[in-house]
């Protein structure tokens, strides 16, 4: 079935340190995007790409980075940068990156700050 | 610029009773909206969508939207309520990239 990975599901980190998310994609989708969710904010965009080797920054890019190598995939670095990096993250895709595509999410990865 | 208001951050409910969640928009365009769901610690799944036609939009699970221009809303409704509809439902907004509400909490309770 088609649909979109994310992985790891639940990841610890230690302050100072840098980690990645992975979000893989089989939908052959245009558009990928990276949305951050803390209880009671909604999602909030942090990255998105449209085409291989471009991407543009979401409303909170400080402290993350990204790369968009393959059509497939579009892995998000939440460096030692971002000050408040516990949060469920949520990767999703779109056949273009126009407004009435429908975003297709995959199930989330929950980052902790220990 | 877009954005989305969603008047009520939690909404309890009794099982088979109605229910409306409220969303109210705000776009410089011609909008495309959407409600979607999600379950605890899962992502989002769409309920329903409004791009043109019909301002009364059905959805999945028993869900509908009616789109009042006038107004700048797009309220959620169902006429009667399960245990599994406990969710939290996010209205969107989109003229390109979507932008997305706090979310509403439905609490159904037997």
């Known amino acids: 079935d088609g649909g979109i990975t994310q992985s790891p599901k639940y990841l610890f980190r230690k302050e100072g340190q840098n980690v990645t998310l992975s979000c893989e994609q089989n939908?052959?989708?245009?558009?990928m995007y990276w949305y951050r969710q803390d209880p009671g904010q909604g999602l909030r965009l942090i990255y998105y790409?449209?085409?291989?080797?471009?991407?543009q920054k979401g409303d909170i890019a400080e402290g993350y980075s990204v790369s968009r190598e393959k059509k497939e995939s579009f892995p998000l670095t939440v460096t030692s940068a971002q000050k408040n990096p516990t949060a469920f993250y949520l990767c999703?895709?779109?056949?273009?990156?126009?407004?009435?595509?429908?975003?297709?999410f995959g199930a989330g990865s929950r980052l902790t700050v220990l | 610029a877009q954005s989305v208001t969603q008047l009520d951050s939690q909404v309890p409910v009794f099982e088979e009773a109605p229910v409306e969640l409220r969303c109210n928009y705000s776009?410089?365009?011609?909008?495309?909206l959407f409600w979607y769901v999600q379950y605890p610690n899962q992502g989002l799944q769409l309920l329903l969508k409004?791009?043109?036609?019909?301002?009364l939009v059905k959805g999945i699970n028993g869900f509908e939207a009616e789109f009042n221009k006038s107004q700048t809303s797009f309220h959620l409704r169902k006429p009667s309520v399960h245990i599994s509809d406990t969710a939290e439902y996010f209205c969107?907004?989109?003229?390109?990239?979507?932008?997305f509400g706090a979310g509403t909490i439905l609490r159904v309770k037997s």
């Open positions: 999703a895709s779109s056949i273009m990156g126009s407004g009435a595509n429908v975003l297709t």
């Open positions: 939908l052959n989708h245009d558009a």
């Open positions: 790409s449209q085409i291989v080797n471009d991407f």
């Open positions: 776009s410089s365009v011609s909008v495309y």
């Open positions: 409004y791009l043109s036609g019909s301002t």
């Open positions: 969107a907004v989109s003229e390109g990239v979507m932008v």
